[in-house]
């Protein structure tokens, strides 16, 4: 699949209730090249208004983040599990998940990058393993396949509980090691 295919789709979707209560579709942004996949659990209210991921005060500090890594959204591509907001803001269902999880895998396909970050604990349950546990295995590495994944506090828990940042710094510090690794490696660069 294309990516004109599968946003087109994607746009189009009708497969949970989310569709009935979204006013916009979040696709994902960022380059469809990079090295490097950040996967959040889903849109929020901002998000949702303007059909781009991580906008509101969460995706201001996820920027923050990036740049201590030496990092913007040009030079990753960033998405979640669930394309529409679930309603005030809740977990994702494991249906809603379901419904949405194929959009995913065909980003990933499609951007085939060394390194997925999974912004929380829903994102780790759905990519690494379900029993994932964010306070004790954040910055953990594993290996999918040729993907390298590990996951970090989301931004949003980083807003509501400050003690967990330096924790995070230590994970951000750490991906960017990891992907300068594998750089060296003779990885591709970001166009």
């Known amino acids: 699949m294309d990516w004109q295919t599968l946003e087109k789709q994607c746009m189009a979707c009708t497969c949970?209730?989310?569709c009935r209560t979204r006013t916009n579709v979040v696709f994902g942004v960022g380059n469809r090249e990079a090295d490097i996949m950040f996967v959040g659990e889903g849109p929020g209210?901002?998000?949702?208004?303007?059909?781009?991921?991580?906008?509101g005060p969460a995706g201001k500090l996820l920027d923050d983040m990036l740049s201590i890594i030496d990092l913007d959204r040009t030079c990753c591509y960033i998405a979640n599990i669930v394309k529409c907001r679930?309603?005030?803001?809740?977990?994702?269902?494991?249906?809603?998940?379901?419904?949405?999880?194929?959009?995913?895998?065909?980003?990933?396909?499609?951007?085939?990058?060394?390194?997925?970050?999974?912004?929380?604990?829903?994102?780790?349950?759905r990519l690494i393993?379900?029993?994932?546990?964010?306070?004790?295995?954040?910055?953990?590495?594993?290996?999918?396949?040729?993907?390298?994944?590990?996951?970090?506090?989301?931004?949003?828990?980083?807003?509501?509980?400050?003690?967990?940042?330096?924790e995070t710094f230590d994970d951000l510090l750490q991906i960017r090691d990891r992907l300068a690794v594998l750089r060296e490696m003779g990885e591709k660069e970001p166009s």
Do not use: M
């Open 16 to 18: 949970c209730g989310l």
């Open 45 to 55: 209210e901002q998000e949702d208004l303007q059909g781009v991921p991580f906008v």
């Open 86 to 125: 679930p309603p005030r803001n809740r977990d994702p269902q494991e249906d809603e998940q379901d419904a949405c999880f194929g959009y995913l895998k065909e980003q990933i396909e499609l951007v085939r990058p060394k390194i997925i970050v999974c912004l929380g604990r829903i994102a780790a349950q």
């Open 129 to 166: 393993r379900p029993d994932f546990r964010i306070t004790r295995e954040h910055g953990a590495w594993f290996q999918g396949g040729q993907v390298w994944l590990t996951a970090i506090y989301h931004p949003s828990a980083l807003l509501r509980d400050l003690s967990k940042r330096p």
